[in-house]
């Protein structure tokens, strides 16, 4: 069983930064893929920043260079860094593990995935 909790989201201005953290227990397999998602108001839910099996970091391509996704093995927590934020950006980030079925689902918007762990979410407002 693993277990996800969020941190961090918060109401910004555009332009803004911010960070958000997800401790994850349990059993954490480095076989799975495990990241940030988000859903924003009208989509479906989609990837944003994904660490593959390889412990590559790989990102949506509309948050490529303003994102940054980053993991502690020491206190299993996983962190995104988000510079320049949008209004488009707004939405709840969710972090999950045990996602696949590939990489370039969980990537690309509106493609099918399944991540058996989620967290309960964080909202993100950025004020235009």
């Known amino acids: 069983q693993v277990h996800l909790e969020e941190s961090g989201g918060a109401s910004v201005p555009a332009g803004g930064s911010l960070v958000l953290s997800c401790t994850v227990t349990g059993d954490i397999s480095t076989t799975y893929f495990m990241g940030w998602f988000r859903q924003v108001p009208g989509k479906e839910r989609s990837g944003v920043a994904i660490?593959?099996?390889?412990?590559?970091?790989n990102y949506a391509a509309a948050v490529k260079g303003r994102f940054t996704i980053s993991q502690d093995s020491t206190d299993n927590t996983l962190t995104l860094q988000m510079n320049r934020l949008e209004p488009g950006d707004t939405g709840v980030y969710y972090c999950?593990?045990?996602?696949?079925?590939?990489?370039?689902?969980?990537?690309?918007?509106?493609?099918?995935?399944?991540?058996?762990?989620w967290g309960q979410g964080t909202q993100v407002t950025v004020a235009s």
């Open positions: 660490l593959d099996t390889d412990g590559d970091l």
């Open positions: 999950a593990t045990h996602c696949g079925p590939s990489l370039l689902r969980l990537i690309t918007p509106g493609w099918p995935f399944e991540c058996k762990y």
